[in-house]
C-alpha cells in the first residue's frame, strides 16, 4: 500500500484544451508535456503529457481536460465577406500504410475562418477533409489539416474553399522528395541493436567500438561530471502535515546516508524534557511528556532538537510549508533510504560523459557533426538512434564505398546519453524522468513523495532565448517538467554540450535526436511571448539549405519502412510545435554558427481500423523502439551525408 513518503503515480495522457490561448496557458504553467501536438477540427488542441492525478486537477482550471475521443469538425455559418486563400504547400506521401495528404492554407479572414480542402487522385478517386487553424501566442499562421488524410490513390489537384466564399487550387507534389543519398553496396551491414540499454551499456558500447576501431576513432571524455545517480536519504516520521517531521542525510545515500535509523521514543516517565542521542548510526528522539507521561512534543520541536545535536549527520524539517504545531507520537526505528533502486552495480558517483570520435582525419579539417541524444532521460529510442549510426558507420567502412567517402570527408561526434544520471532513475526508478538528478528545490519542496519531480530539463538549460532572457517555454519552477535551472548552464549536461562546440570548431552541423511525435525541427525554437517576438529567423538562403537538407534526411528516414515524417512538422521549432527557452539547438545556431536539427522521433502509426494516427510513446515495445532507431540512424547517415558534401559560403 502507498504511503505519505511514495510519490503519487505518473500517467502518460492525452489533454485536451479549447484553444491556443489554454495552451499556453500549460505551457507558461511548467507541466510536462510531450512533443506530440495535435489540433483538432472544432479547434480544440490536443497533447500528450506526463501528469499525476493532482497534477492534473491543478491543469484544469487553466483549462485542460482528459481528451475524449476526436470530435467531429465544427461547422459554422458563411460569412457575408468573401475571404481570399493562399494553398501555402500541398503534398502527397505513400507510407507503408498508403498514400496520404497534408494540405496548408491561409486565409485572409484569418483564424475566424472556417475552411475544407476537397481533392482529385490518379483513376477518379477523390476525398474532402475539414481544416483547423494554426495560433500560436495570438498570431495566426494558417491553417492546416490536423494529421494528414488518407487517399485512396495519389493526389493531383487540391481544392481549398472556404465558409466565407474563398476559394484557391493546386498541384499537388511529392513529400519529400529530397536528394537520394548516395547508394550503399549489397554488402552493406545494418541492424546492430537489440535491446534498450541503460548508460553502462551505452558506454560501453562506444568503448568497444574504439577498441575495434583504433585508426577510426578517439574516445573523448566530456569534462563536467554530471551530479551522479544518488540522493540523500530520507526518511518521513509522524502523520502529515501537522504531526510530521522530515529527516534528509547531510551524506548521500550511497555514502552512508542509507545507514542512518531515527527512532521516536516515548520515555516511559511523566515530566521528561525533549531529548535527541546518537547511538552509532541510530538517532534515538526521546519525546517530552506531561505529567501524566502523555507525549507533547511538536514536530517543529523535534525538528529543533534533531538540528541542536551535534553528531546527527542529518537535518530534520517540518512537512513542507507547515509549521509543525501537530504532537508527534512515538513511532518506530525508520531506516532512511535514497529511494534508488538500481542494482548495486550501476554507479552512484558522478557520471563522465563520453563521445566517439569517427573519421579518417580527426584534426579539424574536415567538416564537424555533432549527434547527441538522450537530453531527456525518458527517451530510450534516442541513443539507439546513435549506436546503430556509429556501427554501421565504423563496420561499413572497409566494405562499402559511400560510407569510406562519408569517414574521408566529415568529422563525427557521437555523444550517446547526454544525461546519464536522469537515464537510470528512469530505467530503475521512474520510467517518465524527463530531467536530471539535480535537486535545486528547497527543503519545503524536498519530501520523499516529491523526489520524481526534482532535477532541471536540460533542454531548457542553454544560454540562447532563455528563460533568464525573457522567452517563453521554460520555467523557474523547480518542480516544473520544464524547470530551466538556476541559472542559464547551471548543469554539467549542458557545459559539456556547449564544451563539444567551442572546443571542436568544425563543427558544422549538430543533431539532437528525441522522442516522440515525428517532427524535424531547427532553429528558431523561442520567442517572447508578449507580441510572439521570435529569435531572429536564418537568411532566406539559410531556410532553403535547412529545408532541402531536412528533406534529403527525410529521404533517408522514409527508406528504411516507409515511415514518413509530415510537412506540418517540418520546420523552425516555433512554427511547429511550441517556443522552447534555452534550448541547445538555438545556442549552437546563434553563438556557433552551427546548423542545428532536432529529430523527434516515433512518429505517429496509422490504424487502418479506427482510421486514426497514434502516438508510440517515450518506450514504445522495443519492436517497435528497434524500427524507429533502425530509420532514424539512416537518418542520422544522411545527416553526415549533407555535411561531407557541404562547403562554406
Not at 18 to 46: C, F, H, K, N
Not at 252 to 274: H, I, T
Amino acid at each position: 500500500m502507498a504511503g505519505p513518503a511514495d510519490p503519487e503515480p505518473a500517467s502518460l495522457v492525452t489533454l485536451s484544451v479549447p484553444d491556443l490561448a489554454a495552451m499556453d496557458r500549460l505551457v507558461a504553467s511548467g507541466a510536462d508535456l510531450t512533443e506530440r501536438v495535435r489540433p483538432q477540427a472544432d479547434g480544440t488542441i490536443q497533447v500528450d503529457a506526463v501528469v499525476t492525478p493532482s497534477q492534473l486537477a491543478a491543469l484544469q482550471p487553466l483549462g485542460a481536460r482528459l481528451a475524449p475521443e476526436t470530435p467531429a469538425p465544427a461547422r459554422s455559418k458563411a460569412t457575408a465577406a468573401k475571404d481570399q486563400l493562399v494553398v501555402e504547400r500541398a503534398v502527397w506521401f505513400k507510407s507503408r500504410e498508403g498514400y496520404f495528404l497534408s494540405v496548408e492554407a491561409s486565409s485572409s479572414a484569418g483564424q475566424a475562418a472556417t475552411l475544407s480542402v476537397t481533392w482529385k487522385g490518379k483513376h477518379g478517386s477523390t476525398g474532402q477533409a475539414a481544416m483547423v487553424a494554426y495560433v500560436d501566442a495570438g498570431a495566426y499562421l494558417g491553417h492546416q489539416l490536423s494529421t494528414p488524410v488518407p487517399a485512396d490513390k495519389e493526389p493531383q489537384w487540391v481544392t481549398v474553399t472556404s465558409a466565407g466564399g474563398g476559394k484557391a487550387e493546386a498541384r499537388v507534389k511529392e513529400w519529400p522528395d529530397g536528394e537520394r543519398p548516395d547508394q550503399t553496396g549489397s554488402g552493406y551491414q545494418k541492424d546492430f541493436i537489440t535491446q534498450y540499454m541503460p548508460p553502462a551499456q551505452l558506454n560501453e558500447r562506444i568503448k568497444d567500438l574504439h577498441k575495434r576501431f583504433p585508426k577510426l576513432t578517439d574516445l573523448i571524455t566530456l569534462p563536467n561530471k554530471t551530479n551522479g545517480y544518488r540522493r540523500h536519504a530520507q526518511a518521513l516520521i509522524g502523520t502529515p502535515p501537522a504531526a510530521a517531521v522530515v529527516i534528509t542525510s547531510t551524506a548521500y545515500g550511497s555514502e552512508g546516508g542509507n545507514d542512518l535509523a531515527v527512532e521516536l521514543v516515548n520515555p516511559g516517565a511523566p515530566g521528561r524534557p525533549l531529548q535527541v542521542t546518537v547511538n552509532g548510526k541510530l538517532i534515538t528522539v526521546s519525546l517530552a511528556t506531561d505529567g501524566s507521561g502523555a507525549a507533547t512534543s511538536t514536530a517543529a520541536q523535534v525538528v529543533a532538537a534533531i538540528n541542536a545535536t551535534a553528531g546527527t549527520g542529518v537535518k530534520a524539517t517540518t512537512y513542507r510549508t507547515d509549521a509543525g504545531a501537530g504532537v508527534l507520537a512515538p513511532a518506530p526505528l525508520t531506516q532512511l533510504s535514497d529511494f534508488l533502486n538500481a542494482p548495486a552495480d550501476v554507479s552512484r558517483a558522478p557520471a563522465q560523459v563520453l563521445a566517439l570520435r569517427v573519421g579518417v582525419h580527426r584534426d579539424g579539417s574536415r567538416t564537424g557533426v555533432l549527434a547527441y541524444s538522450q537530453e531527456h532521460a525518458r527517451e530510450w529510442v534516442t541513443p539507439l538512434v546513435t549506436i546503430e549510426a556509429a556501427e554501421r558507420l565504423l563496420r561499413n567502412y572497409q566494405r562499402d564505398k559511400a560510407t569510406r567517402k562519408l569517414l574521408e570527408r566529415t568529422d563525427i561526434f557521437i555523444v550517446p546519453t547526454v544525461n546519464p544520471d536522469g537515464a537510470n532513475y528512469s530505467f530503475y526508478d521512474f520510467n517518465s524522468q524527463r530531467k536530471n538528478m539535480t535537486n535545486h528545490c528547497p527543503a519545503q519542496q524536498s519530501d520523499p513523495a516529491l523526489r520524481n519531480q526534482w532535477g532541471v530539463d536540460v533542454n531548457r538549460n542553454y544560454a540562447v532565448g532563455s528563460l533568464s532572457d525573457g522567452y517563453f517555454g521554460a520555467s523557474a519552477n523547480c518542480q516544473s517538467g520544464t524547470f530551466a535551472g538556476p541559472a542559464e548552464h547551471s548543469e554539467p549536461e549542458s557545459r559539456n554540450v556547449i564544451w563539444l562546440a567551442q572546443t571542436y570548431r568544425n563543427i558544422r552541423f549538430a543533431m539532437n535526436v528525441h522522442s516522440y511525435g515525428g517532427y524535424f525541427m531547427w532553429p528558431p525554437g523561442a520567442y517572447k511571448q508578449d507580441g510572439r517576438v521570435v529569435l531572429p529567423r536564418p537568411t532566406t538562403q539559410e531556410e532553403a539549405y535547412f529545408l532541402r537538407s531536412a528533406r534529403t534526411i527525410e529521404e533517408a528516414i522514409a527508406a528504411e519502412r516507409g515511415t514518413v515524417t509530415w510537412p506540418q512538422q517540418t520546420g523552425p521549432v516555433t512554427d511547429v510545435l511550441y517556443s522552447a527557452a534555452g534550448n541547445s539547438a538555438d545556442e549552437l545556431w546563434y553563438d556557433f554558427g552551427i546548423y542545428g536539427w532536432d529529430f523527434e522521433v516515433g512518429s505517429d502509426l496509422w490504424n487502418p481500423t479506427t482510421k486514426q494516427w497514434e502516438g508510440v510513446g517515450f518506450q514504445p515495445p522495443f519492436s517497435e523502439g528497434h524500427q524507429e532507431a533502425m530509420e532514424f540512424a539512416a537518418g542520422l547517415i544522411s545527416l553526415v551525408g549533407v555535411a561531407a558534401d557541404y562547403r562554406e559560403p
